[in-house]
């Protein structure tokens, strides 16, 4: 095939965007990607296909390229929104969203927004203070995550934050206290270990080597890490893995210093946006109705499901889209049951079955409004 390419440029939301589409030869595949400052901030692959003519070909890699640039416009559209409409939930997601794609001052915006609506909320302050953290700024992470631990001290995620902040300013033992809180309240969260285990090791190079305490701290190390090392296989961590051998070779000051090289943007930005996304052009993209998307959306999240099968938020969403599968059925069959009586106004099966689905209708269309709220 001829190896075309597309670039143009995206002013949307107050920032210029750069979209790119290419054929990959090696992968079959087309590939589009948005830049901005030269950074890759979302991507997406479609298989070219093997029996496709030339026309056919450019078509499609035009069709995938405006697909992505409709896609950037459409979440700054749905973003103002938002502000309109003054949804926390939503302001949340599309946060997350934003914080995705490394646009920190658009998911700082919508988080603060969140905020002002719901000013007690743990999971936007949490978010704020990750927002604020993967940015590189720890003052303000600290500021916003001490803030969110007055409003909810038994809120896990709250408190590991804190202690990955407090660890990137080397102040260990509020790192390690706030991360021992954070397995406290949940004593199954996987992703404490590899840091607290950290935090052990760098607070035992600053004790005296012949202490008996650093010593008892770099067991304790040796143990998260771990647990770490056998539960987090599937985490994509840079350096994780020379940090894990380092510390079986008992180079401990070689693993601290490998550790800290690797900031907490390369470390906790591991998204599964899914949900989020599809709920935000569910509620505000016009999606509510497209069975494709809707399908599409589901094999995504049995994908996930497969690789994370632990996720109790995946079978969640799953669940929920279920319900929305089940709503978009209900309206097909409302809609057929009048078709029948516009053929036949007489027709009295179908004039009770309209009848019937429509009050007892509302009760499930009630339900999924209050789970979507």
Known sequence: ?????????????ERKFHVQTNFSDTKNMIVSNVFYE?????????????????????????????????????????????KTVRHAPSANKLGLLFLQKSLYKEAIDQFNLALEIQPDSPEVYCNLGKTHLIA?????????????????PQFADIQNYLGVAYLHTQNLQKA????????????????????????????????????????????????????????MVNRN????????????????????????????????????????????KFMYGGKGKNDSYISDYVGKLQELIDEYPNYADLRNSLGIVNLIQCRNLFLKSLNEF????????????????????????????????????
């Open 176 to 231: 390690i206290s706030h991360m021992e809180d954070a397995l406290k309240l949940n004593p199954n969260y996987i992703g404490v270990h590899y840091h607290l285990g950290m935090a052990f090791l760098a607070q035992s190079l600053n004790q005296d080597g012949l202490d008996a305490s650093a010593g008892d701290l770099q067991v304790k190390a040796e143990e998260q890490l771990n647990i770490a090392a056998e539960r």
């Open 338 to 373: 009048r078709a029948a009586l516009k053929i036949n106004p007489k027709f009295k099966k179908a004039e009770k079955n309209l009848k019937l689905a429509e009050n007892d209708g509302k009760g499930f269309l009630i339900l999924l409004r209050a789970i979507l709220k």
């Open 136 to 152: 590189g700024d720890y003052k303000d992470a600290i500021a916003v995550l001490e803030n969110g631990a007055a409003h909810a």
């Open 237 to 280: 961590i840079p350096n994780f893995t020379k940090v894990i051998e380092m510390v079986r070779r008992k180079s401990y000051q070689e693993a601290v210093k490998e550790f800290f090289e690797c900031k907490p943007k390369e470390v906790l930005t591991q998204f599964l946006n899914v949900e989020n996304e599809f709920y935000l």
């Open 38 to 82: 030269g950074q890759v901030i979302e991507s997406k692959e479609v298989p070219a296909g093997n029996d496709t003519s030339d026309i056919e070909f450019k078509n499609r890699m035009h069709e995938v390229h405006q697909e992505l640039v409709t896609e950037l416009e459409v979440l700054y559209y749905i973003s103002e929104k938002v």
């Open 1 to 13: 095939m001829e190896n075309i390419g597309l670039n143009n440029d995206v002013l949307v939301g």
